[in-house]
């Protein structure tokens, strides 16, 4: 009896064997010889660019001014360009600072004043005085205010003449000393810095 159920064990091991080899090769034949398809899509990706620029006019921010009194006035030129290869903008800001911290800059009503006017075209300098005429309409940009007032100015109007056919901005800024600015202005002096900050268009499906 002991070897009968020691054949009777065998046979079954062999049976199990067999089944389980001959299920790994269906599984393995199921795997076999699949149905594939492969296709791409090629993207390209450029960014764009915002450049602005300044050139010089017949009297820029290079030159210095002394001996001012109440009631003078300086009058600069600065042209802005979009370069040709650039995105729309979506504004220009000016900001304005100073390295020096006196009643030039702190007087709000007595101090320094700006304004700044638009000419269609470019603008020159009359003859025989620091005066600069415009041929075509003026547009004013800002209001006179105090000089370091209304810092980030949005500009408008300078963005759509940058963002137009001509992609040119001719602005004249004229900087007054009231005429009630008293003798506690004697003697002073300060650096002014006018700063034209481009902004990139309003984002949008490409």
């Known amino acids: 009896m002991k070897l009968l159920a020691s054949k009777s064990a065998a046979v079954k091991i062999l049976a199990s064997a067999a089944l389980v080899g001959g299920a790994a090769s269906v599984a393995g034949l ?5 149905f594939t398809s492969t296709t791409t899509a090629n993207q390209s990706v450029a960014t764009g660019k915002v450049v602005l620029s300044t050139t ?14 109440p ?3 300086i009058q600069r030129t600065v042209t802005l360009t979009r370069s040709s290869d650039t ?7 000016l900001t304005s600072t100073s ?8 007087d709000a009503t007595n101090g ?5 006017e638009e000419c269609p075209t470019a603008w020159v300098k009359a003859a025989n005085t620091n005066d600069l005429t415009c041929s075509g309409q003026v547009d004013t940009v800002v ?9 980030g100015s949005d500009l408008a109007k300078v963005t759509s003449s940058l963002n137009g056919a001509g992609k040119t901005s001719n602005l004249k800024v004229t900087l007054t000393l009231p005429t009630d600015a008293g003798n506690a202005f004697q003697g ?13 268009r309003a984002a949008k499906a490409l």
């Open 87 to 93: 995105e729309a903008f979506g504004a220009i800001k």
């Open 99 to 106: 390295d020096t911290s006196n009643l030039l800059t702190t």
């Open 71 to 73: 009631g003078d006035t």
């Open 188 to 200: 002073l002096s300060t650096n002014l810095k006018f700063t034209f900050d481009a902004t990139q």
């Open 30 to 34: 199921g795997t076999f010889g699949a």
């Open 56 to 69: 010089s006019g017949p009297q820029d921010f290079g030159l210095a001014v002394s001996n001012m009194v």
């Open 112 to 116: 320094l004043q700006v304004k700044v």
């Open 143 to 151: 209001t006179q205010r105090a000089v370091l007032a209304g810092t």
